[in-house]
């Protein structure tokens, strides 16, 4: 029997595995609601006990799209913190610890108020729906938690400026602390609504709430929440992936560029998500259309680089002609095809992005279904594709076991019943959305007319998805559980690419942090002062909150 | 920093598509008018009935081939001043679309067509639309509002 | 772009010694920009898709 080898300290492999333990159960359990959902809405099953249609989305919206994503992308940014800067000391190690137990802690606050039917409000809350103040206190928990997370992220990168004077930040360090920055900026919107807005509503301590005010600052956060899970998937995509295939990193200097970019331009765009919202000046809109349109730049400049890390492997492996690099690519490695269709799937996931941030456009495809096949070609397919692939090495090189030839055959099982259930489910969310089909509702037959009736067979396609999707699913978590807990003892390597020999020295004006947080800031004082301003002077009456399941 | 010329090329190419839509919708929304719904009129979300507009909810007509349709959602109904949930409209007419809620979140969207925005207390959410095509359009909501959310319709018949 | 980071003097010729500028001028891409602006067509099309969903309605 082999040696077991940890990619890092011991104490930071627990750490990290700590967060990956929530993540995946979260994934199980989210899923599972996943497929439920879809099996209701197609009419084939009605849901026993009285359990209600929206409880189960709750569930699948929270554990997912907040517990899930929030708790691997910490677990994969501490590990790669650790793994590029040296790791962490002690004193960084128990913050660290501090922020997972807040966050585990209100996890199981809210998922409890969920179960227990007291705060079915679906995983964006919006008032004057009122929860239980306990699911409110969970949200603050998480949030505060995650913070904590990113403390010690900064400080780890800051003791390794200070320890290596003159010395270029390891790529993957310098982009777990913009992703934490835009996160931590972005996040107190949500903590503002949540703390001085929700919990003393919910308490009693106020009778009414300023509606569009906390939907403004919901939305403050929930775009660069969509960022905050796209980000790790480009850490990988830039400074991981090129090792997996063999190659070099493309370009140092611009993989910083364009996370810079992501910093300054994705917190100001929120207004797109409230398009056809009362209460709002056109003009702002249409200002943070404009905004929207910017930060698709630097995704244009990551698909450009990512064609290059792949282009400039092929060539440099013998590869002819415009496309013969594609050949060279390491197709039966799991831990390339995942992220790589990951990829692929996020050209028309940033299609449909484009186009539902296109001003007046937003009211073809607002609220409907559509936005549901939109995010689950983004952050279900893109993002998860990857974080899966990152798991495939993550795990055993955390635990110090290795990633065998059989896991690698079921890990491209994975991808392709992901691939195959996620296209079928999200075309037939598209398409029922263009012709009107909503978003976040139950089986029903409405006022039985035939354009409602021709949204049928698009809902029974997506239950035929979904069942694909939850047998990826379970293959997931039994790979998973085999790399925590069964593999072979032994090395699995945590991959950090090189930049190439040549490539020149990123410039020190990238790890200018008071003047990247000054501009960041700067933009959103232009994006929000004005209308928010506004929104909270011509404000009406407040509302009361509502209990209405 | 040093970009591959590929790289510019692609990065100019994408910079004027994203120019392009943006003037698109920019032309559209602020020479022709074409907004997304975003009226700032406010009242109070309990005394919704005593507001003008609100009395009576259904459909009037105020001009020549002119109509204001008004309707008032609740959890989970919506009120558009006939006991079948029926509004009959000309084709080709324009209408005035005038709704707000009188508790919680709900969406207006009439599937098929661009009317589509969302009802939140103490706003009014007004749209101007001629329908083009003559069908059965069903009035759905579109946003989370309580366990009988997806209850909620209403039917738009445009007739000749 | 809004802002544009001050470029360091690329030196063409870069003596021995010296850390040379990265470049990718010697690098052929061209199957990266005919994938890039295939995406792009591909962002197009549906966008003009959905704008023609919005005129006719």
């Known amino acids: 029997m082999n040696k077991a080898v940890k990619s890092l300290p011991n104490g930071d492999s627990k750490l990290v595995m700590a967060h990956m333990y929530v993540a995946f159960t979260a994934l199980l359990v989210g899923a599972t609601m996943g497929l439920i959902q879809t099996l209701e809405r197609s009419g084939a099953i009605t849901l026993p006990a009285g359990i209600s249609y929206y409880q189960i989305l709750t569930v699948h919206g929270v554990v997912l799209g907040l517990v899930l994503t929030t708790f691997f992308i910490l677990g994969f940014m501490l590990a790669s913190q650790s793994k590029t800067t040296g790791g962490f000391n002690k004193t960084e190690r128990t913050i660290a610890w501090i922020g997972y137990w807040m966050m585990l802690v209100g996890t199981l606050s809210a998922a409890t108020m969920i179960l227990l039917n007291e705060a079915t409000v679906l995983f964006t809350f919006y008032a004057p729906l009122q929860a239980h103040v306990l699911f409110y206190i969970g949200l603050a928990l998480v949030i505060v938690g995650s913070w904590l997370d990113g403390f010690v992220m900064f400080k780890r990168h800051a003791r390794f400026r200070k320890e290596n004077p003159g010395e270029k930040t390891p790529l993957l360090s310098f982009m777990g602390v913009v992703t934490m920055l835009m996160w931590q900026i972005a996040s107190l919107g949500v903590a503002i609504t949540v703390v001085f807005q929700m919990i003393p509503w919910a308490l009693g301590w106020v009778e009414t709430i300023d509606v569009l005010l906390s939907r403004t600052l919901f939305w403050y956060f929930g775009h660069p929440l969509v960022y905050f899970w796209l980000l790790p998937a480009y850490m990988m995509w830039y400074a991981i992936m090129p090792k997996i295939i063999g190659g070099k990193i493309f370009s140092d200097s611009l993989a910083r560029f364009t996370f810079i970019l992501l910093l300054l331009f994705s917190i100001p765009v929120g207004f797109h998500h409230q398009l056809t919202e009362p209460g709002i000046d056109p003009f702002w809109k249409f200002i943070q259309v404009i905004l929207t349109m910017v930060v698709v730049i630097p995704s244009m400049m990551t698909a450009f680089s990512m064609f290059a890390t792949f282009e400039a492997r092929g060539r440099e492996l013998g590869a002819k002609g415009l496309f013969g690099w594609l050949k060279k690519m390491p197709w039966k490695d799991a831990r390339f095809l995942a992220p790589f269709i990951g990829m692929l799937f996020f050209i028309p996931g940033g299609a449909g992005g484009i186009i539902n941030a296109s001003n007046q456009m937003n009211q073809v495809v607002h609220n409907t279904i559509w936005v549901t096949g939109h995010f689950h070609l983004t952050v279900a397919t893109t993002v998860m594709l990857t974080f899966f692939g990152i798991a495939y090495w993550l795990i055993p090189s955390l635990t110090g076991r290795i990633f065998t030839k059989t896991m690698n055959k079921w890990a491209i099982v994975q991808t392709i019943l992901w691939t195959v259930g996620m296209t079928i489910m999200s075309a037939a969310m598209h398409w029922q959305g263009l012709l009107g089909g909503p978003r976040r509702s139950a089986y029903s037959e409405y006022a039985g007319n035939a354009d409602t009736a021709a949204w049928g067979p698009y809902q029974m396609a997506q239950a035929i998805g979904g069942s694909i999707l939850f047998l990826g699913m379970i293959v997931m978590i039994i790979i998973f559980v085999y790399l925590a807990f069964f593999a072979p003892k032994g090395e699995e390597e945590f991959p950090v690419a090189e930049p190439s020999e040549k490539a020149e020295k990123p410039s020190k004006v990238f790890e200018n942090w008071p003047l990247w947080i000054g501009i960041t800031c700067a933009l959103i004082l232009f994006a929000y002062t004005i209308p928010l301003i506004d929104i909270i002077q011509s404000a009406p009456p407040g509302a009361k909150g509502f209990k209405l399941w | 920093m040093n970009m591959h010329k590929y790289e510019k090329i692609w990065i100019y190419f994408g910079s004027a598509t994203l120019l392009f839509f943006l003037i698109v919708v920019g032309v559209s929304a602020f020479y022709m008018g074409s907004k997304p719904p975003s009226c700032a009129v406010t009242l109070d979300p309990e005394r919704v009935r005593e507001h003008a507009l609100f009395e009576e909810p259904g459909l009037k007509q105020i001009g020549d081939n002119e109509y204001q349709l008004t309707i008032v959602a609740s959890a989970f109904n919506y009120d558009v001043g006939t006991d079948d949930k029926v509004v009959q409209i000309p084709k080709g007419a324009t209408v005035h679309i005038s709704s707000t809620t009188t508790d919680v979140i709900h969406g207006f969207e009439i599937a098929g067509t661009n009317v589509n925005m969302m009802l939140e207390p103490g706003y009014i959410s007004t749209y101007t639309n001629t329908f083009k095509n003559a069908g059965t359009y069903t009035l759905v909501c579109n946003e989370y509002c309580g366990v009988g959310h997806h209850l909620m319709s209403a039917t738009i018949e445009v007739v000749e | ?57």
């Open chain 3, 1 to 57: 772009m809004a802002l544009k980071l001050k470029e360091r003097p690329v030196e063409v010729n870069g003596k021995k010694g010296q850390v040379e500028p990265e470049k990718h001028e010697d690098i052929n891409l061209g199957g990266s920009l005919v994938s890039v602006i295939f995406l792009g067509l591909i962002i197009i099309v549906s966008w003009l898709g959905v704008w023609t969903l919005f005129i006719i309605r």
